[in-house]
């Protein structure tokens, strides 16, 4: 019976490793995401065009900030 709690009690911690690694990535490209776009906000001149990139922007922003409170909470 303890052996079958220790394997469950390591395979939790393999899976909680696995999601934040996960996260880790998934932030690495968002941040990189974040960074292209406002490049493309400097150089735009169109403002509608711009308006898009922004909203484009406040989207990645929005998914970095969950992932983040995410990581709050499993911490």
Do not use: F
């Amino acid at each position: 019976m303890q052996a079958i709690i220790c394997l469950l009690l390591l395979l939790t911690l393999q899976i909680a490793e696995i999601l934040t690694q996960t996260d880790q990535e998934q932030m690495e490209e968002l941040k990189q995401q974040e960074e292209k776009l406002w490049g493309q906000i400097e150089k735009e001149t169109d403002q509608k065009q711009k308006d898009v990139l922004n909203t484009e922007l406040n989207d990645v922003q929005g998914k970095l900030n969950n992932i983040y409170g995410q990581m709050k909470k499993s911490k």
